[in-house]
């Protein structure tokens, strides 16, 4: 069904709708072999909170970005090759469920569904797009993927020495490499993670004496100290949705009670045009 649609005037019609809704901010998306697929709001967890944002999965890319204007304007457009792509499911607990893992070498987050029937839906559309994506270039599955952060709240002491209580004046810093969340002493060393970043990045002293004892004799993968701070603490996707002196237009919400604007392409309804022309031409009702 998604070969059908590679080159209808509906998919280039949808991505195109996709294109206007990150605007100027946004990188084009209408590529030869481009479908979408389908959409819908998760819940990302983010460094300080979970956070709404809209999802575009098409048949090579994931999108998504942040919720700004009544719900139908987004900004920060990210975009994740599939291919690079390993899902992992979790386990629910008190707070929040139907969540899963989306991990890849450079950023893994989790993130959750409204219901357990939407996860299993994103999961399976998912995992079939990056196997056939994985099967027609016949390339193998990234091996090493980035470490997932522990957010900021699970975490009011420092995860390694047990002792350093976080204040304004004692800051958090995640450790690039595992995720966990370390004081300055804890993670005052930095190492080279090409998958990541081409600056030396924050890690943790564990992960550092690690590294640095199985590191390559290839002077491309040595690790470099440096003074200056370059481990790029902030999550570029934990910033406020609004441009800066304007209010938030979403509360944090609980997934399980907050119902999803989960549409795998329902907004594109058919006209009467595409029902004449075609009676397959919905992302709704794809079938792999």
């Not at 890319?61 to 994740?80: A, D, E, M, S, T």
């Amino acid at each position: 069904m998604v070969d059908k649609l590679v080159n209808s005037e509906a998919n280039a019609r949808r991505i195109a709708m996709v294109e206007s809704c990150f605007g100027s901010s946004g990188q084009p998306l209408a590529v030869p072999g481009r479908v979408l697929v389908g959409e819908g709001v998760l819940t990302k967890m983010c460094r300080k909170k979970p956070k709404t944002r809209q999802f575009y999965l098409f048949n090579d890319i994931l999108v998504y970005g942040n919720i700004i204007i009544n719900k139908k304007k987004y900004n920060k457009q990210h975009i994740i090759p599939l291919e690079e792509v390993k899902l992992e499911s979790l386990e629910e607990d008190a707070q929040y469920k139907n969540g899963w893992l989306i991990r890849t070498a450079s950023k893994s987050f989790a993130v959750y569904a409204a219901t357990s029937h939407e996860k299993k839906e994103w999961m399976a559309h998912i995992n079939k797009c990056i196997d056939d994506l994985l099967r027609k270039s016949g390339k193998k599955a990234v091996a090493e993927h980035a470490a997932v952060w522990v957010p900021d709240v699970e975490a009011p002491v420092c995860m390694h020495c047990k002792k350093t209580q976080f204040t304004l004046i004692n800051r958090r810093h995640h450790c690039r490499k595992c995720g966990s969340v370390v004081c300055g002493p804890c993670s005052n060393k930095r190492f080279l993670l090409p998958n990541q970043s081409s600056k030396p990045l924050r890690v943790c002293l564990q992960c550092y004496e690690v590294l640095t004892s199985v590191r390559s004799n290839n002077s491309n993968d040595a690790h470099k100290i440096n003074s200056q701070d370059s481990s790029g603490e902030e999550d570029s996707d934990d910033d406020d949705e609004t441009q800066k002196g304007q209010p938030e237009t979403h509360d944090l919400f609980v997934v399980t009670e907050v119902p999803l604007r989960y549409q795998w392409g329902t907004r594109y309804r058919k006209t009467e045009e595409e029902k004449t022309t075609s009676n397959s031409i919905s992302c709704l009702n794809l079938s792999f």
